[in-house]
């Protein structure tokens, strides 16, 4: 699968190729503000212009976008509970989990 970087910019989020830069796609979301973006599995969380949209991370497909009523349009900062913890990439966290658990079936009792 390739690796991709997602880009909130002028009302847009767009889906770039990691390696090659070049763009895959780009949703048109609202307005020409900046956009907030936030990569939550196969999902990306995106704000702007005061609402929050969910996209396919393949795809840029909207999923459900919500106007956050009554909240005004400012700048709106993203958590997600189920985003990523770790600040290493995938394969670093994996090698790291595969050496921990070959450490510990190796450990002679004491």
């Known amino acids: ?24 796609w780009v949703a048109p979301l609202k307005g ?9 599995g196969d999902r990306v969380l995106a704000t702007t212009h005061g609402e929050v949209f969910c996209l396919d991370a393949a795809t840029g497909r909207i999923l459900w976008h919500n106007e956050l009523a009554g909240q005004g349009l400012g700048l709106a900062a993203i958590a997600a509970s189920s985003a990523a913890t770790s600040s290493a990439p995938p394969a670093e966290k994996q090698r790291r989990d595969e050496a921990a658990a070959a450490a510990s079936t190796s450990a002679v009792p004491g």
């Open 32 to 40: 020409s503000d900046f956009v907030n973006v936030l990569l939550d």
């Open 1 to 24: 699968m390739a690796q991709l970087v997602y880009v909130g910019i002028h009302g847009n989020v767009i889906c770039l190729d990691r390696l090659t830069g070049n763009g895959l």
